[in-house]
Nanobody, 113 residues
Framework: QVRLEESGGGLVQVGESLRLSCVASFVRVDTIEMGWYRQAPGKQRELVATITKSGFIKYGDSVKGRCTISRDVAANTVDLQMNYLRPEDTAVYYC???????WGMGTQVTVSS
């Protein structure tokens, strides 16, 4: 069974950057679609970015131009580089393999003004 574990969250200031990483177990990250979603308090979970096994990438409207999703096949991770962070980026960020119905436990990102 696929397992996903996120890391890299934390508390940052407005305008700073953060890099999240998701390590997958029991599957190679370049053989399935993977992605990142986030959920802020009182809000629905929303798309941050996804990457298909062929490398097609999709970003959520709220992060376009500020986030980059990438794969590290050697480390078997899917990473999310987030720049120019805003208070509204505060959320729990979840790694997912959507076609497998698998989610990680999430990592908290807090952006302080």
């Amino acid at each position: 069974q696929v397992r996903l574990e996120e890391s890299g969250g934390g508390l940052v200031q407005v305008g700073e950057s953060l890099r999240l990483s998701c390590v997958a177990s029991f599957v190679r990250v370049d053989t399935i679609e993977m992605g990142w979603y986030r959920q802020a308090p009182g809000k629905q979970r929303e798309l941050v970015a996804t990457i298909t096994k062929s490398g097609f990438i999709k970003y959520g409207d709220s992060v376009k131009g500020r986030c980059t999703i990438s794969r590290d096949v050697a480390a078997n991770t899917v990473d999310l580089q987030m720049n120019y962070l805003r208070p509204e980026d505060t959320a729990v960020y979840y790694c997912t393999a959507p076609n497998r119905g698998t989610w990680g436990m999430g990592t908290q990102v807090t952006v302080s003004s």
